[in-house]
């Protein structure tokens, strides 16, 4: 009796001893305008724009910051010679350049926490069915639409030496008053630019919280959790994007400073505690007549809250 042998070969467990087919290269075409490159032709306006708007003077002033440059009249040719890194060693040990940075520093720790929770609270208080519901989200946003210049007016005419806290305070008022106390003024400015943007934030907020499931309140309603125990388990992870998307604006607007100093505080006063970068800059390009140096400023300004708005992206992420 002979016996036969099949040859059929034991297949190889999944993942073991087998090799992955490389992906398709794409074409440096695909790679640039994607599957349907018509697409390109409809945003190219946009893009035409961020390149006249952004690209350009960015790349503007990135060249001023490595050159001795200056204002000159109209078609006259001056030579701007190259010189390194002098306009950044000139600007990093001025000390009036170091406050300013640590002005707005202070700004945004008390402004950004403070603009993101309030409108969080606000967003999530607005999304209920409340009486006059309509009116509250309307009062919010009108600050923002408003001229800086009548709302500042505003504040000056409550934060005056003789203003209306003064009076509501009595002998608690501060003394130097508010916008003219070193250690008061900045704090006020981050009130009230975390007061006058609040209501845009509140529409991101709201916007995002349309989009988080009613059945998750009810379920957890029915579990017992109580409303802070809601808030923090299901609202503030749902809407952790536009938490991401606050907090880098708010950075950027923050870094941006320069209305409110610059009218509330005469220029920055008292003696430079509400100096911005932005002001500074404003200060040594044109009122000083040194924009090679105003350059400088605004580069490492921009480096610096790329670099936050990117650590707040990975904390963001990691949580």
Known sequence: M?????DVRPRRPAG???TKSPAPRRSWRVRLGGHQPIGMLFVSPYLLYLAAIFVYPLGFAVWMSFHDYFFAAPGVQVDRPFVGLDNYTTVLTDPDVWRSFLNIAVFLVINVPLTTVGSLVLANALNKKLPFRSFFRTAYYIPYITASVAVVGVWLFLFNSDGLVNQALGPLAPGPSWLVNSHLAMPVVAVFVAWKQLGFFVVLYLSALQNVPQELYESA??????RLRIFRSITVPAVRPATLL??????ITGANLFTEPYLLT???GPD????SPVLLMYQRGLQQGHPDEAAAIGVIL??????VSLGYRRLVERD
């Open 2 to 6: 002979s016996s036969t042998t099949s």
């Open 16 to 18: 073991r001893g087998t």
């Open 221 to 226: 309603a029915l579990d017992g959790a109580g």
């Open 246 to 251: 606050v907090l880098i604006l708010a950075t």
């Open 266 to 268: 005469s220029g920055g």
């Open 272 to 275: 430079g505690a509400t100096t």
């Open 302 to 307: 921009v480096v610096l809250i790329t670099a």
